[in-house]
């Protein structure tokens, strides 16, 4: 975002330049980097503030650090002051719904030139249609994909054990067996039917899911076999 505030629209290189919810302080940091004429970076929280001024010196740069609440600061001694606000703004939580839209109509008062604010997708057209209320121009420079495989592999242990309760839940009476080999999870009804199901799960996962469902698995005494054995408890 930066990069191209800087090099298309000729915002960050000798202007002077606020970061709102400086956090760490990694924006005005870059822009810094980038030939900011001036930076500096406004946050509610003194903590990140002192993280923010240790990261400043540790990168060589020199950026003044405001501690305020950006919702209720009237910033009257930077208006006219400072060409570009840069901003990667708090996500409105339930007990600060719409503060990103606080500090973007803030933001867009006290700038002399551009506001560079990062938003999640799915509130493009909001904004946009505050834009048009705010009589500022409205433009998308940058768009970042985020994919976490982090998330998506807990999505997918979580998906899972879904379908391993599901499993169970259908027949609670009968008796399991858990094949490490083979993940798989099978039930053997009194009449003999047997059915399986293969999860993408470690047998540790399948174990301790059962032992949650209210079964206990162990090896049983014959050493041949590999799966273990869960009964009710
Ligand atoms: C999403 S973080 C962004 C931090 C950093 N700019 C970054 O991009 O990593 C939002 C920051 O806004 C600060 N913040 C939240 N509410 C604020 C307020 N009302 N006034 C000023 N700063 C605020 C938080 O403390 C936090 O550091």
Redesign the pocket.
């Known amino acids: 975002m930066l990069y191209t505030a800087d090099t298309v629209y000729d915002d960050i290189e000798d202007k002077a330049i606020g970061?709102?919810?400086?956090?760490?302080g990694?924006?005005s940091i870059a822009a810094n980097i980038l030939g900011a004429g001036y930076s500096v970076g406004?946050?509610?929280?003194p903590d990140?503030i002192e993280i923010a001024q240790e990261n400043s010196e540790t990168f060589e740069v020199d950026i003044d650090f405001v501690n305020?609440?950006?919702?209720v600061a009237t910033l009257d001694r930077f208006k006219g002051k400072l060409d570009t606000i840069i901003?990667?703004?708090?996500f409105g939580t339930k007990n600060?719904k719409g503060?990103d839209m606080i500090?973007l109509n803030k933001a867009i008062e006290i700038a002399g030139t551009s506001v560079y604010s990062l938003h999640k997708t799915s509130t493009r057209d909001h904004i946009e249609k505050k834009a048009k209320e705010w009589g500022v121009s409205f433009e998308v420079v940058a768009e970042l994909k985020m994919s976490s495989n982090e998330n998506s592999e807990s999505n997918n242990a979580n998906d899972e054990l879904t379908r391993l309760n599901n499993f169970v839940k259908a027949a609670p009476g009968n008796e399991y067996t858990i094949d490490q080999k083979e993940q798989t999870l099978c039930r053997q009804a009194a009449n003999g039917q047997r059915d399986c199901v293969k999860l993408n799960l470690e047998y540790t996962q399948m174990f301790s899911q059962m032992q949650t469902l209210g079964f206990f698995c162990a090896l049983p005494m014959d050493p041949t076999k590999t799966y273990m054995e869960c009964r009710r408890v």
Do not use: K, W
Request: glycine letters at 8%; proline letters at 8%.
């Open positions: 970061d709102f919810g400086s956090g760490c990694i924006l406004f946050d509610i929280d990140a305020t609440d950006l919702s901003m990667n703004p708090p600060n503060v500090l």
